[in-house]
């Protein structure tokens, strides 16, 4: 009896019996332990995606993932805290190579390694569908990403948001996203926070705002950034014509760093959510932050909240609001400044002038 075919939507086909003349010398990097194929000898596979997938969790010995089985033709793909590991990982890279529908891949925290991130990024050379990939809390390391940098560098995937906090990248990882990032265009939103990129690194990422034209969101949150790394940054983001959102909250830019945000402010166009708090900020480094607000037109969402400012400071961002008239304030916050009643009376003549303004902070 003939053995009933499979639905051929569900196929993916290799040709059997390849002439001998078509058959290609495999380079030392095809043939590298990486290499996302499964070969048997003389074997040639005509399966499923799913089947697929089993066969290569049963040569690289992984444990399958029920879920990933159950989901492989939906758009979002969460595999977070799944403990896949290197192996693991490659067997989801395998199986995703030809998959057309998932659009977002989740793998926060499985221990992938550089080993792990090397299949993805291979995987990525041929997936033309995936825009959205989250690989944080990896502990990936320079290794990581040197793989990464040398995989974005191509230019050529249609991954357009990448996360990768909490990877233990330093400083030099950020001279690495700088080669990486600064002719890259496709990338739109990047995820860096919760790494220990401190001044050094801030060098290397404010050269990176001043070369790149594709970012609309940096995210460069709880890292060790001080007021050389700060100013670095700040120099950068001046000449910026294209990030929208950017997070540098819980870092320590200080007075002198609040300064040079003060002059981003005045020159810069695009930037429309800025997120400085706790950033050790008091009422003179808010009075440079004013300075700017007074001539700034694009600026949206201001948050400036764990910032050792009193209600002086908060009046000085609210009249620099209002000496504005281009002034496209949407949201200050500022939630744990306490203020009195002469404050919210001073306010409501802000929100006569700006009736889109709302301010955040804490009332009596």
Known sequence: MQPTPQNSDEMLYCEV??????????????????????????????????ELYMEACKLLGAVPVSYFLRNMEESHMNLNHHGLGPNGTKAIAIALVSNTTVITLELADNCIMEEGVLSLMEMLQENYYLQEMNISDNALGLEGARVISSF???????ISKLQLSGNNFKDESAELFLQALSGNYRIKIVDLSHNQFSDK?????GQLLALNVG????????????SRGAVALCNGLRVNVTLKTLDLSMNGFGN?????????????????YLDVSSN???????????????SNDSLKFLKLFLNPMSMDGAILLILSIKRNPKSKMEKLDISNVLVTEQFMKTLDGVY?????????????
């Open 152 to 158: 974005l560098q191509r230019n050529a995937s249609s």
């Open 201 to 205: 690194g801030g060098e290397f990422l």
């Open 215 to 226: 970012l609309l969101s940096l995210d460069l949150s709880w890292n060790h950034f001080c």
């Open 256 to 272: 002198e760093g609040a300064a040079a945000l003060g002059e981003v402010l005045r020159f810069n166009s695009s930037l429309a």
């Open 17 to 50: 019996g390849v002439p001998p003349a078509v058959v290609k010398e495999k380079t030392a990097r095809e043939s590298s332990e990486t290499d996302l194929e499964i070969e048997g000898p003389e074997k040639y596979f005509t399966i499923g995606q799913r």
């Open 280 to 294: 050790n900020i008091n009422n003179e480094g808010v009075s440079k932050i004013s300075k700017g607000l007074e």
């Open 352 to 364: 006569a002038v700006h009736p889109q303004l709302h301010v955040v902070c804490k009332t009596t």
